[in-house]
């Protein structure tokens, strides 16, 4: 049974920075495709950022191109999302999620089959 735990979530101001890490055991994280999601309250849970098994390739929504930056560990079964110029939209519950890498790297929640428990970050103006 894969698990996913994310930290790294907290209270900033607006343009401070934050790391947040998802750490993945039971299964198969060096095969796996990892991303981020986010939800905001009163939002649908929306995709932030993927990355492919290998590392090389990364896809990132608009709102956070250019800001925030996916990466992966393969041998700390560990993805990370550096988020930085934090705004208060940024504000969300922040989730990972994996799939496997024949799936590729969808956009969409029913592309991945496992998911972390959340990490809360919150943006203050």
């Known amino acids: 049974q894969v698990r996913l735990v994310e930290s790294g979530g907290g209270l900033v101001q607006a343009g401070d920075s934050l790391r947040l890490s998802c750490a993945a055991s039971g299964g198969t994280f060096s095969t796996d495709n990892m991303a981020w999601f986010r939800q905001a309250p009163g939002k649908e849970r929306e995709f932030v950022a993927g990355?492919?098994?290998?590392?090389?390739?990364?896809y990132y929504a608009d709102s956070v191109k250019g800001r925030f930056t996916i990466s992966r560990d393969n041998a700390k079964n560990t993805v990370y999302l550096q988020m930085n110029s934090l705004k208060p939209e940024d504000t969300a519950v922040y989730s990972c999620?994996?799939?496997?890498?024949?799936?590729?790297?969808?956009?969409?929640?029913?592309?991945?089959?496992?998911w972390g428990q959340g990490t809360q970050v919150t943006v203050s103006s």
């Open positions: 999620a994996a799939a496997s890498k024949y799936r590729g790297i969808g956009q969409r929640t029913r592309d991945y089959d496992y």
């Open positions: 990355i492919s098994w290998s590392g090389g390739s990364t």
